[in-house]
């Protein structure tokens, strides 16, 4: 395998991802991805987190995807949550993780054990960390891939802090704020906070701490995001965490973290043009990844899916359009039918 240079120190990190079967085709790109510009150097653990109510068959379907990870392969570690959920402390946690894991009386969705698969996902991010070994956890969706190769000073800055950029939080990511602050006795007071979007970078160390702390201020935190979050996402109740007991964000984390090229379920085809423009170089970015919801992929005219599929050649992720296309009708398969389709008044789950 081709040995990319650890640029900029050896610090290592183990990449967290929370899949579901349906994601599969958007994780085989992120694989690709991962090993083409990601140094080896600097990669420890290959962390995929199965939240699928089929959960064998999802699992199943993860093995068969391995070689696309080239020799990463071998890092690669597949996770059941019932490795990771930690057991009760007490009758009355061990009553909230039984109605966790028994949905017979109630919805099924689609995540695990029936359950609503991105309240699952927000729990399983924060659990993985007890499987990483790496100084540092890079979160990832399954839709994130690298667009160029990775240096440690796209995560880290010189001080070893992890990278994160501010924005001023608008609807439901203030309300997430003001809930994840409430939830652990704090106020929100309006600041910029970090995004809620993939990826994000922590300290494994501080990621442990932080998962104490929320799991002794409210218990076991798979019941919590389950059944119980109140309004608070993992993502804020870790930028909480960071202000309300570290005294302040600049004492965790450090401004410089190029925002990925991203759309989302809401997004337009303005959105899906402006990512392209920096995917295919007619705009210059310092993004080095790039993330495409599965539900945008209907945005994208021809010319736009000529583009998207030739800015993955120019970057070497794929030799041939013909390869290329095979891939795309893959991840355009991906989209969310159930939940376009459903009624209007209807209520349903759904993944981001």
């Known amino acids: 395998m081709r040995e990319l240079p650890a640029q900029d120190g050896l610090e290592k990190f183990d990449i967290v991802t929370v899949i579901f079967k349906k994601e599969i085709p958007l994780l085989r790109l992120q694989a690709i991805s991962i090993r083409k510009f990601f140094p080896a150097q600097n990669l420890g653990k290959i962390l995929i987190v199965v ?7 999802c699992t199943e379907a993860l093995k068969g995807m391995l070689p696309e990870y080239g020799d990463f392969a071998t890092r690669v570690e597949i996770i059941r949550p019932d490795e990771i959920v930690k057991p009760p402390r007490n009758i009355r946690d061990r009553a909230k993780q039984w109605r966790v894991r028994h949905t017979f009386l109630r919805k099924k969705f689609r995540g695990w054990k029936g359950n ?8 399983f991010k924060l659990l993985a960390v007890s499987k990483a070994r790496s100084d540092y956890v890079l979160i990832l969706d399954a839709k994130n891939w690298l667009t160029r190769i990775l240096s440690a000073s796209d995560l880290v800055d010189s001080g070893r802090k992890p990278l994160t950029y501010l924005v001023e939080p608008m609807g439901k990511h203030r309300e997430w704020a003001r809930a994840s602050f409430a939830v652990l006795g704090g106020i929100y007071e309006g600041s910029p906070v970090s995004p809620t979007t993939t990826p994000c ?24 995001f389950v059944r119980n979050r109140r309004g608070a996402t993992e993502f804020m109740l870790l930028w909480a965490i960071s202000e309300l007991k570290y005294r302040g964000w600049q004492n965790v984390f450090s401004e410089g973290l190029a925002p990925c090229l991203a759309t989302f379920r809401s997004s337009d085809k303005d959105r899906v043009e402006s990512v392209l423009k920096q995917l295919d170089g007619s705009e210059n970015t310092d993004s080095f990844c790039a993330a495409i919801h599965r539900d945008s992929f209907h945005l994208f005219s021809d010319d736009q899916n000529q583009r998207l599929m030739q800015s993955w050649i ?13 891939v795309l009708d893959d991840l355009r398969s991906t989209k969310d039918q159930r939940r376009r389709d459903k009624p209007k008044n209807s209520s349903g789950a759904s993944h981001t």
């Open 116 to 123: 609503r698969g991105w309240r699952c996902q927000q729990a």
């Open 314 to 326: 120019d970057k070497g992720l794929f030799s041939s359009f013909e390869v290329a296309n095979i």
């Open 51 to 57: 939240n699928d109510i089929d959960e064998n068959g």
């Open 201 to 224: 970078i922590y300290k494994r160390a501080f990621l442990a701490d932080a998962l104490d702390h929320l799991e002794e201020k409210l218990g076991p935190i798979d019941y919590f």
